[in-house]
Each structure stands twice: as structure tokens, then as C-alpha cells.
């Protein structure tokens, strides 16, 4: 078996995959001003070229030129890794996150995603506890204390969400009856849509990433008006990009396993009632997904700038008290209803 | 709009759930999205004071040339910031007196308008312009050049103060 076609084609799919995250992420911070802005009758950054189209490249010109400073009092080492993890981490989950439907290229048998694993959705929940380190360790190396209590909060947070979370996929899962992302996809395309089929599951995934994202109810490790800038008040220069990076980047993750898991993937319903050649129904599944990413994308953006923050013993009493009992009731439901119809 | 107190007893289980609050804080924030914007985008629009507006104290200048001003100096005392110079002149004139030497600091002005307040010939009034920018402190010290403005400009300003002295 000639190993450089797979060579190539892991390269590109890498390359895909990394150009158009990063392109994402950028992107997204200048809709989330924009969309910030609107909301608040304003207008929002609309200097940079056309209606500020270059303004992401204008901030990270910016930041590149700062000064990195690095507190006295901080854990040089540590204060250097955190933020590689935090972006590491974020950067490498997109690789097992499926885009499109199996086709034929080149006279190969082609998916759409970097590593087609049979254990994605536990490489999935392995890397995002694996965050919980880059921010905790940046609020610990710091030497600040409002970065000390924002990592603390956001490793409390984090974990005790991972539990509701995990519950939820786990509803997921019985369905699929398997942990490979195009399984779990095809599944929901042959059938129903996970987010139709157990709506209280659906819900209590979304509000975990949002708590794993540390998004607006959610952001007490950043929380402005207590704690400076949490996790990264000490950060400046470029590392803080790093870490604004990975936030958005998380963001993107979990827009993609929303939609992975509970939307259908790239599945577009009743398309197999028109009559479109192959190729055609290829391209618009994959437009689909990422339209599904951005709705969903659409929708973190206009959260933040609706419900405010949550108070800390709130936010843990909502963790263990009201998320994590209605994900157990969601897999009861699931397991009944695979019990009743035999799926 | 009128206030209405809701006790969590009077909630129904969908209500508690807080689902159909969020939909509703979601609606109105993307509704909002679509209102009308309140910026300028200030150099290409810019915003037209009222007449009550106090910015930059001008001198008014009579249809012929010629400044109102007759260097009687109240200004000068009256001002709080000590930023007005006066130094008087006279002429063969019917009017005979005039300021040599009129400067404004505008590094020290208050825009307090007491000037304006004062002055019995209607002479210094606060005009409509807001942008003062200098590159440097020489700059900043407005002479007789600098001041002058025709009283046709100042038309607005001047019928605001007859209203209300």
C-alpha cells in the first residue's frame, strides 16, 4: 500500500482544517463587536477597510507589537507553558470533528476530518479537561491573586459541568451506539435529530459548553468586575492572544459538537427527495455544516449580550442541582425510548 | 410600561424553567439588532450644537471689518481662568476704542461663559466650535487672527442670550 497518498492527503486536510479555524476564530471576534455593537445601537468597529473587514488583523498586529511582560513574582516555566496548552489543546480537537459526508476524490474513498477515530467523542471530552490546566495553571503561575481565584473558579467550574456534559453525550451515544463522530452523524441522518429526540439532553449540553467555554453566564473565571481579567490579567502581548485564541476557538468546538451531536452534522433533512447528482448533495452538506456552526456560533454571540452573570454558589448549585439530575432523567428517557421502538 | 410583580408560586413548571424568559431576552436583543444606530461617525458627520451650546469664546465682528469690542476689560477681570489679555488702543473714530491686543488661553479656558455673561457690548460670545486641538502651547493661545468671526455666524448664539439676560 503506497503510503504518500495518505501522506498528502492528511496534510491537507490538516491545512484545511487549521487555515479555516484560525480564519474562524478571527473572523469571530470582529462579528462578536460587531454583533455587540448592533445590539447596543451601536455600530462597532467598521474602520479597518470595508465596514472593518481587516480589523482582526489590525488587533493581532497590535498585540504582536506590545510589550510581553511577565510579573515578578511569577512561575517563569509555568507562566511560559499555560498558554501553549490552553491554544494546543483548542487547536487539536478540530481533528476529529467530521465536516462532510464520505466521497469519492481522485479516485479515493475520502472523509471529511483529519483522524476519523473510533473513540472521537472521548478524545473530544479528553482534551477539554485537558484545558482546564492552561487556564488554571496561568492563574496559578501568575502570582496575582485575582488570576489564583479566577483559575480556581474556572477548574471548580469546568469539572463540576464535564459531569452534566458527559451525561449528556452519554444519551448521545446510546443512540449511536458508538463513539466515532460519523457514526453518531449517520445515525441521527437515518433517523432523527438528537436535539428533536431528547430536547432535555440538548439543552443541558448547550448550557455545559457554555460553562466549558467559559462564555458570558458562564464566565466567572473572567468575570471584569471582580477579578480584573482572571485567568489572564498577568498575560499581555502576544500569550494573551493565545489565550483569546483558545476561548474563541473553544467556542468553535463546541459549536461543532453541538452541531455534531444534537444537530445531525452536515445532514440536510429531505434532501434524498430532490433529485441532485452525488457531487451536489456532497457540497451543500458540507455548506450545511458549517451554516449549522455558524447559526450555532450566532447564538453563543447573542446569549452573551442577553442573560447576565451568574453568581458563583448559583452557578454550582445549577451545576449539581439542576443539570446534572436532568441529564440522568435525559438518559432514563433515552433508554426508554431505545427499550419501546428497538432502535 | 407598566410594572407587574411575579412571585416564583405564581410561576407555572414551563415558567420556572426559565426557557421561555431566556427566548424572550434572546427575541428582544435580536430585534434590537435591527433598530435604527445612535453613532456619528464623527469626521465625516459632524454634531450641530444647540444654540445654549458654550464652546469656543469668538469675538464678533461688525459687517465692516471692524471688531465690537471696546476694550473695556471686564471680561478680563470677570474671568475665572485668568485667560483673556486686553491690552486697549484708541483711535480718531466715533468708537474710539478698541483692543490692540486680544488673547484668549485657550489652554485655560473654562468654557464658564462669564465672559460672554458680562460684557456689555455683546462683543465675546461663546460660538458652536468644539474641536480644540494644538500641537503645542504656542499654538494654543488664540489672538485677534484667530478669533474674529463675522456676526452673521454668530447670529444664533447672540438672540439665545438677548432671550435670557
Not at chain 1, 493581532?60 to 513574582?73: C, H, S, W
Request: with cysteine; hydrophobic share 50%; charged share 20%.
Amino acid at each position: 500500500m503506497n503510503i504518500i497518498p495518505i501522506v498528502i492527503e492528511a496534510i491537507v486536510k490538516i491545512l484545511f482544517v487549521l487555515s479555516v479555524t484560525l480564519l474562524t476564530v478571527a473572523y469571530l471576534v470582529y462579528f462578536e463587536r460587531r454583533i455587540a455593537a448592533w445590539v447596543q445601537d451601536r455600530l462597532g468597529p467598521n474602520r479597518v477597510g470595508w465596514q472593518g473587514i481587516l480589523q482582526p488583523f489590525a488587533d493581532v498586529l497590535k498585540l504582536l507589537l506590545k510589550e510581553d511582560i511577565v510579573p515578578t513574582n511569577a512561575n517563569k516555566t509555568i507562566h511560559f507553558i499555560a498558554p501553549i496548552i490552553s491554544l494546543m489543546v483548542a487547536v487539536s480537537t478540530y481533528a476529529v470533528i467530521p465536516w462532510g459526508p464520505v466521497t469519492e476524490m481522485f479516485g479515493h474513498q475520502i472523509k471529511m476530518v483529519v483522524a476519523d477515530v473510533n473513540i472521537g467523542i472521548l478524545y473530544v471530552l479528553a482534551l477539554t479537561s485537558l484545558g482546564v490546566y492552561g487556564i488554571t495553571l496561568a492563574g496559578w503561575s501568575s502570582g496575582s491573586k485575582y488570576s489564583l481565584l479566577g483559575g480556581i473558579r474556572s477548574s471548580a467550574q469546568m469539572i463540576s459541568y464535564e459531569v452534566s456534559m458527559g451525561f449528556s453525550i452519554a444519551g448521545v451515544l446510546l443512540v449511536a451506539g458508538s463513539l466515532r463522530p460519523y457514526d453518531i452523524v449517520n445515525s441521527q441522518i437515518s433517523t432523527l435529530w438528537n436535539a428533536i429526540l431528547q430536547p432535555i439532553g440538548f439543552i443541558t449540553f448547550v448550557v455545559s459548553a457554555f460553562a466549558e467555554t467559559n462564555r458570558l453566564p458562564f464566565d466567572l473565571p473572567e468575570a471584569e468586575p471582580e477579578l480584573v481579567g482572571g485567568y489572564h490579567t498577568e498575560y499581555s502581548s502576544m500569550r494573551f492572544a493565545a489565550f483569546f485564541l483558545a476561548e474563541y476557538a473553544n467556542m468553535i468546538i463546541a459549536s461543532a459538537m453541538i452541531v455534531t451531536l444534537y444537530l445531525g452534522g452536515w445532514g440536510i433533512p429531505f434532501i434524498d427527495k430532490f433529485a441532485l447528482s452525488n457531487s451536489t448533495i456532497f457540497w451543500l452538506s458540507v455548506l450545511a455544516f458549517f451554516i449549522k456552526v455558524g447559526i450555532v456560533l450566532f447564538f453563543f454571540i447573542l446569549v452573551r449580550w442577553t442573560i447576565p452573570r451568574f453568581r458563583y454558589d448559583q452557578l454550582m448549585k445549577l451545576g449539581w442541582y439542576v443539570m446534572f439530575p436532568l441529564s440522568i432523567l435525559n438518559l432514563i428517557w433515552v433508554s426508554v425510548i431505545i427499550m419501546i421502538f428497538k432502535i | 410600561m407598566e410594572k407587574i410583580r411575579v412571585r416564583k408560586k405564581d410561576l407555572n413548571l414551563f415558567q420556572k424553567t426559565y426557557i421561555p424568559q431566556i427566548l424572550q431576552g434572546l427575541g428582544q436583543t435580536f430585534r434590537q439588532m435591527f433598530k435604527p444606530k445612535f453613532t456619528m461617525e464623527y469626521p465625516e458627520v459632524k454634531f450641530e450644537p444647540p444654540s445654549s451650546y458654550r464652546g469656543r469664546p469668538v469675538l464678533v465682528q461688525e459687517p465692516d471689518g471692524k471688531e465690537r469690542c471696546v476694550a473695556c476689560g471686564l471680561c478680563s477681570r470677570v474671568c475665572p481662568a485668568l485667560a483673556i489679555e486686553v491690552r486697549a488702543n484708541e483711535t480718531d473714530q466715533e468708537k474710539e476704542r478698541f483692543p490692540e491686543v486680544f488673547e484668549i488661553n485657550m489652554i485655560r479656558c473654562i468654557f464658564c461663559g462669564l465672559c460672554e455673561e458680562v460684557c456689555p457690548e455683546e462683543a465675546i460670545v461663546m460660538s458652536k466650535d468644539y474641536e480644540l486641538a494644538f500641537h503645542n502651547r504656542e499654538e494654543a493661545i488664540y489672538g485677534k487672527d484667530k478669533l474674529l468671526v463675522p456676526v452673521e455666524k454668530l447670529q444664533d448664539r447672540i438672540d439665545f442670550i438677548r432671550k435670557y439676560k
